[in-house]
Structures are given as structure tokens and as C-alpha cells.
């Protein structure tokens, strides 16, 4: 099924970037992956295999993206920070807290929207508490 651990098959959960803390955007900056400028420079290393450090030093001083993705592994979880059209999203891929929630059909079809957490809804990885404290760190 879309949008579940094939693992464990635990629906993902999917929540708004806007719902959690402040910190958790530099959480993904600071300790994640951009996914985004990695896939655009093994592009660029594809396409110039014998690229100099100007060349290289080239392609990061143009480098621009808009709505990056990141990955970021913590405390037990797999996280990516994504967005959907326009919004930025946290794909909680793997966690050590579940909760229930509503599913998000038909955007993310399959998993836990943690926005609408509901006792009768599907099991979906969860954030910690404390990742949804709206007090800054």
C-alpha cells in the first residue's frame, strides 16, 4: 500500500510544517540532507565528469531551488520535509511513537493525517510531543 513502511506496514504520518515547533526547520537544515541540492550536483558530476574546483565552485555560487526536500534521521525516526502543492510537509517515515489519526486521502493517499489525530482513524508514525511545542527552543 502507498504511503506505509514496507517493514512494518505502519501507515507514514504526514503533518504541516506550520504545526511544529520553530526549531524543526533548522533540525532538517542543520542535521538533514538536502536531497534536492545532492540530486542537482551528482546531476552536475554526471553531465561534467572532469569538472575542476571552479567548475564546482561554478555550480555551487548559481545554485537556486525553490521548496527543497530533506532527509533527516533522529532519535530513532526517518523523517523527509517535503512539500505538496506549495505546503511545506514532514513525512514521518519511521518512529518509535505512533498515534491514530485520519487518513489524508486522495493528496497522500494511505497515510495518518497527524493535523487530524482521531482515536477511530488509522495507526500512523507519530513526532514526539515536544516536536509539536510551539514555544521556541
Same mark, same amino acid.
Given at each position: 500500500?502507498?504511503?506505509?513502511?514496507?517493514?512494518?506496514?505502519?501507515?507514514? #504520518?504526514?503533518? @504541516?510544517?506550520?504545526?511544529?515547533? =520553530?526549531?524543526?526547520? *533548522?533540525?532538517?537544515?542543520?542535521?538533514?540532507?538536502? $536531497?534536492?541540492?545532492?540530486?542537482?550536483?551528482?546531476?552536475?558530476?554526471?553531465?561534467?565528469?572532469?569538472?575542476?574546483?571552479?567548475?564546482?565552485?561554478?555550480?555551487?555560487? #548559481?545554485?537556486? @531551488?525553490?521548496?527543497?526536500?530533506? =532527509?533527516?534521521?533522529? *532519535?530513532?525516526?526517518?523523517?523527509?520535509?517535503?512539500? $505538496?502543492?506549495?505546503?511545506?510537509?514532514?513525512?514521518?517515515?519511521?518512529?518509535?511513537?505512533?498515534?491514530?489519526?485520519?487518513?489524508?486521502?486522495?493528496?497522500?493517499?494511505?497515510?495518518?493525517?497527524?493535523?487530524?489525530?482521531?482515536?477511530?482513524?488509522?495507526?500512523?508514525?507519530?513526532?514526539?510531543?515536544?516536536?509539536?511545542?510551539?514555544?521556541?527552543?
Amino acid at each position: 500500500m502507498t504511503n506505509t513502511n514496507p517493514k512494518t506496514g505502519i501507515a507514514y #504520518g504526514v503533518v @504541516a510544517l506550520n504545526s511544529l515547533a =520553530e526549531w524543526v526547520t *533548522d533540525e532538517f537544515m542543520d542535521r538533514g540532507v538536502n $536531497l534536492t541540492s545532492t540530486a542537482a550536483f551528482d546531476e552536475f558530476t554526471l553531465e561534467n565528469p572532469d569538472a575542476d574546483e571552479a567548475a564546482i565552485q561554478d555550480f555551487w555560487d #548559481g545554485y537556486m @531551488a525553490e521548496e527543497e526536500e530533506y =532527509e533527516l534521521h533522529a *532519535d530513532g525516526m526517518h523523517l523527509l520535509l517535503g512539500h $505538496l502543492g506549495g505546503a511545506s510537509l514532514v513525512w514521518v517515515l519511521e518512529s518509535p511513537v505512533t498515534t491514530r489519526a485520519r487518513p489524508c486521502s486522495p493528496c497522500v493517499p494511505g497515510a495518518g493525517d497527524l493535523d487530524n489525530k482521531s482515536d477511530g482513524g488509522i495507526e500512523c508514525y507519530d513526532l514526539p510531543a515536544d516536536w509539536y511545542d510551539k514555544v521556541p527552543a
